[in-house]
């Protein structure tokens, strides 16, 4: 690094820290575009391939009106993966390329859309648990110092709370009604309780952005903190509709105002990272073929575009 | 690649929220060509009533000053303070002007 690059630096994260935001065409050192980039794309990656467990749901739905909200939902996923890929974009790197990168397997997204949607009750707790998740962690990132960045998770924070309530609704539900209905909730909470919990990124003492993050205010507060939020704010949810939370291990602890809770099985979570989860490789090739099939769409608009603008010259 | 040839380029989408608000930037889009745009647009940005208007512009056709600019541009300003009312001490007497 010459001596004006290191001056542009300390000035630069002296600028962030004191948290102001930082705009496309402004000066940005080059790890600060990359760790932007790499985060901003797999948070839409994770968008994306988050329609596909829920997708699978539409077509089931027990009610027209489930299947209305559903549907609604699944969209709002796609607009917030588009949202992200357009704040990814000014960052100086191509939707093509990202979206290259997804499907060549590449990319990573979000481990939790690797667990399969079983029953109609996993579409209730993917909305209360994961969407919930999802939540804590993105409400920081609306005070992110990349402004498109920061304004893209504004848009979706506003969008993603209707999605943790239609989840929750439908737990509601199954819990109001048969045996069977009330053992599918409990079964759904029992599956997606721990995958939910690792949403947070491994623990603090072993997450490998974290501290450099925060000193560039891309992220506020540590994955152990929005972790045990996240359990504070569950454990009464599940109590107050009969729910019975999966850990034997989680009290209430006076002392730290929170709860304890059980150890996480990381070797899980890395073996889903790593490609071994139940639906790693369906996700990816329902993505390729989704990509394929709609290659002839694509080509036809350009065609089509072309043609009217060669009519309208003549 | 005969991909590439089927990426679509990039507009940037401004919205009105309602009447007598001027178009705001939200964000931007692929598409082949602006009514297409237009359309995406209306699904991405709008799905919950948050516009009456819509304009999408090719992002290849916007100028945009520089940041290394923004003294020139916008510094002079600093020190012509005598643009704002409150430069002007009123006495007690006279309230409001």
């Known amino acids: 690094m010459n001596v004006t690059q290191e001056h542009l630096r300390e000035e630069f994260d002296a600028y962030v820290a004191s948290d102001k935001k930082i705009e496309p065409k402004d000066w940005m050192p080059d ?22 467990p829920e997708g699978k749901w539409i077509g089931r739905a027990p009610s027209l009106q489930r299947k209305a909200i559903l549907l609604a939902k699944v969209q709002d996923e796609a607009g917030h993966g588009l949202y992200l890929y357009s ?32 029953t109609w009750a996993d579409i209730g707790a993917i909305g209360w648990l994961v969407d919930g998740a999802a939540i804590m962690n993105q409400v920081p990132l609306c005070r992110c110092s990349y402004g498109p960045y920061a304004r893209a998770m504004t848009r979706v924070c506003k969008e993603e ?8 609704s439908i737990m509601m539900q199954l819990m109001k009604g048969t045996d069977a209905q009330k053992e599918m909730a409990q079964d759904a909470l029992n599956r997606w309780w721990w995958p939910s919990l690792m949403m947070f990124g491994p623990s603090d003492s072993e997450s490998t ?106 | ?42 699904d991405v940005y709008t799905r919950r009533q948050e516009g009456v208007s819509i304009w999408v512009v090719p992002a290849e056709s916007i100028s945009a000053s520089s940041p290394s600019d ?28």
């Open chain 1, 209 to 314: 952005h974290s501290s450099q993050n925060m000193k560039w205010n891309i992220k506020r507060f540590s994955n152990d903190e929005l972790r045990q939020r996240m359990v504070d704010m569950t454990v009464p949810q599940a109590e107050c509709i009969g729910l019975k939370m999966p850990d034997p291990d989680l009290k209430w602890n006076e002392e730290k105002g929170g709860h304890d809770f059980g150890e996480i099985d990381w070797t899980e979570f890395y073996d889903v990272i790593a490609g071994n989860g139940i639906c790693n490789k369906e996700r990816l090739e329902e993505r390729n073929k989704a990509h394929d099939d709609g290659a002839w769409v694509r080509d036809a608009a350009v065609a089509y575009s072309e043609k009217r603008k060669a009519n309208k010259q003549r």
């Open chain 2, 70 to 97: 923004s003294e020139a541009l916008f510094d002079p300003a600093n020190d012509k303070v005598y643009r704002h009312p409150t430069f002007f001490v009123l006495p007690d007497e006279v309230n409001h002007m």
């Open chain 1, 87 to 118: 704040a990814a974009e000014t960052l100086g790197v191509e939707r093509a390329d990202l979206v290259d990168d997804l499907l060549s397997g590449k990319a990573k997204y979000s481990s939790i859309f690797n667990y399969p949607s079983l």
């Open chain 2, 1 to 42: 690649m005969s991909e590439n040839k089927s990426n679509w380029p990039l507009w940037e989408v401004f919205v009105r929220s309602r009447q007598g608000l001027g178009h705001k930037h939200v964000g931007s889009l692929h598409a082949s060509d602006a009514e297409m745009a237009i359309g995406n647009a209306r």
């Open chain 1, 161 to 168: 709370s209707f999605h943790q309530r239609q989840g929750y």
């Open chain 1, 31 to 52: 790890a600060y575009r990359k760790t932007l980039i790499r985060q901003i794309s797999q948070h839409a990656h994770s968008e994306i391939v988050g329609m596909l």
